[in-house]
């Protein structure tokens, strides 16, 4: 029979949103349950120095994950390995499926699932997919040790990715649609100076080739964006970076969402069209996706929570409006 877990806050996500929240919703004497879901400590697991985190000049991502979920277990937290499948809205409290089996039951739930990478959806992207192709430079750089890489994305995670491969790479190219980066500008100039990085403007992926048995990467064609010229790229390893979209399908079909998918939120708040029901971070954020901004969701969400709970005082088991 399955197990059943009541609690006041549940916390969905182990991102700096979700585990702020788990350290704000325990210090106030919630007894928050927080599910870690697939990627426990989230996207800063996948990368290595985070630089804008106040307080460390320089952290590894993985690093100041483990220090967040050790904090909010401390503050009295409970952090369950266990993946949310479904919630029904429809009456309070809430009813929380899991893949274990467990069915999680509480009167407010925060919703901090966070992003995931985005794929061009080319068919022979999707055919050397973990053969080749990679949207996570630190979990597969490794692999190519010695050979050529490409890299396809202008922002933040291609240049971070780019620069973290030409610890591996013989040789680097970005290949990026425009003539402009998008990234900060410290990172720009950190590629710019890099002997190992080439960099294709106004190109775009067109197709990944390589051999079927085994089967593996051998190179990439680019066309240029105006003239349609294609270029042959040889490579044995190709990272897309080209952006995250919300990881919102636990809620899609529920909450109101925009800007490609982010959940809404009231203004200054992180209430959704549901009472009892908050959003935290990259869930909801279309414009600012960093760590600071989604712990400083996770933090206002958990205050929201509380002041909600204290609101509804034995009221919280009545058919959610
Ligand atoms: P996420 O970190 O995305 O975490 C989401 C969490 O939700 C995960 O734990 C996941 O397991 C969980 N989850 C999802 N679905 C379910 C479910 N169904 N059930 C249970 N749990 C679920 N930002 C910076 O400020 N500085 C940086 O240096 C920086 N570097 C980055 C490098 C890379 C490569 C990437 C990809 C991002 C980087 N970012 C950086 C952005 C930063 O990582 C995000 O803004 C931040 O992690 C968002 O936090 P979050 O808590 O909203 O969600
Ligand atoms: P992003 O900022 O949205 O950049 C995505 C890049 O991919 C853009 O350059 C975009 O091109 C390109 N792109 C999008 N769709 C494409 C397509 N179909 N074909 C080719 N190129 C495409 O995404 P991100 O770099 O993953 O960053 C996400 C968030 O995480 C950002 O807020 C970022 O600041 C944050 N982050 C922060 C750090 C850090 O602080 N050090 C590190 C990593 C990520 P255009 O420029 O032409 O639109």
Redesign the pocket.
């Known amino acids: 029979m399955a197990e059943t877990r009541r609690t006041k806050v549940l916390i969905v996500g182990s991102g700096p949103a979700g585990y702020t929240a788990g350290v704000y919703a325990a210090r106030a004497m919630l007894e928050p349950i927080l599910v870690q879901g697939m990627e426990p400590g989230g996207?800063l697991t996948t990368?290595t120095e985070?630089?804008?985190w106040p307080g460390h000049t320089e952290i590894q991502g993985p690093e100041l994950m483990v220090n967040m979920e050790a904090h909010a277990k401390a503050m009295g937290c409970e952090v369950i390995t266990d993946i949310i499948t479904a919630i029904d809205f429809e009456k309070r409290p809430f009813t929380a499926r899991s893949d274990s089996g467990t069915v999680y039951v509480a009167d407010a739930i925060i919703l901090a699932t966070g992003?995931r990478?985005?794929w061009?959806?080319l068919p022979s992207e999707e055919k050397f997919k973990g053969f080749g192709v990679s949207a996570c430079a630190t979990c597969d750089g490794f692999f190519y040790r010695g050979q050529e890489i490409v890299v396809?994305?202008?922002?933040?995670?291609?240049?971070?990715e780019a620069l973290f491969l030409t610890n591996f790479a013989s040789k680097v190219t970005l290949?990026?649609?425009?003539d402009?980066?998008?990234?900060?500008k410290i990172?720009q100039d950190r590629l710019f100076k890099n002997p190992k990085v080439e960099i294709l403007w106004d190109h775009?992926?067109d197709e990944v080739y390589g051999t079927d048995n085994p089967l593996g990467v051998e190179g990439v064609k680019v066309k240029h964006v105006k003239t349609g010229a294609v270029t042959d790229i040889p490579a044995k390893g190709v990272f897309i970076?080209?952006?995250?979209a919300p990881a919102n399908e636990l809620v899609r079909d529920v909450l109101e969402t925009h800007m490609g998918g982010y959940v809404v939120t009231r203004p200054d708040s992180t209430e959704t069209s549901i009472p009892g029901i908050f959003a935290a971070g990259?869930l909801t954020d279309h414009?600012?996706?960093?760590?600071v901004t989604s712990a400083g969701m996770g933090c206002m969400a958990a205050l929201e929570a509380e002041r909600w709970l204290a609101e509804q005082g034995d009221d919280v088991e009545i058919a959610a409006e």
């Open positions: 996207q990368t985070v630089e804008n992003a990478a985005k061009l959806g396809i994305g202008g922002g933040n995670t291609a240049v971070e290949v990026h649609r425009r402009a980066l998008r990234s900060e990172l775009q992926l970076a080209i952006g995250h990259d414009k600012y996706r960093q760590a």
